[in-house]
């Protein structure tokens, strides 16, 4: 039993450090999800606009998993659908963690802000770029417009989202701003 004298508080089990560990991760998996949703979202809009749900996977999965041509994929395949959409995900969520990571060194160096940005804008980039040189004819297929489209979408919410949870961040990009 407790005496009087004991603080009915306990102490957080974890260092700041790793308090700002779990943040991070928290962060990371709830931008990674958001924007995976967000891309999936639009695509499910595409292909029902077009009068084939779920098309987008199963030809991304066709490609990515079988070998397959765009031309060769002509109907859906659930389990494609469901391996394609878990590779998405984790694909966001690996893209989620970098970008709370960037995010974190920004709120806690908001001079390195521009060049943060600079880097996304760099890595989205590269990877649209790295698609593109690697399956000319499936972005030809899904359409240029149609992927930069679901990118901008899903950076949009994405930074959305940190400025939401970490409202100081902004603040403190006005402030170093005006201080250069």
Known sequence: MASASQSTSQPSLLTPTQQGLVYLL?????????????????FLILDTA?????????LLGSVVFLGQSPDQVTSVNPFIVFAYTGLHG?????????IAWMFSVFEHNPQFGIILLLLFLLFEAILF?????IFPTLVGALGAVAVA???????????????????????QLRA???EQ
């Open 26 to 42: 928290e962060d990371g998996v709830l931008i990674g999800v958001a924007g995976a949703a967000v891309v999936a979202l639009w």
């Open 176 to 178: 170093a701003w005006r």
């Open 90 to 98: 984790v694909l966001f969520l690996i893209a989620g963690f970098v």
């Open 50 to 58: 077009r009068g084939r749900m779920f098309f987008t996977p199963t």
């Open 149 to 171: 489209s679901g990118n901008l979408f899903a950076a949009i919410v994405m930074f959305w989202f940190l400025i939401r949870r970490h409202p100081s961040a902004l603040t």
């Open 129 to 133: 770029s790295f698609a593109a040189a």
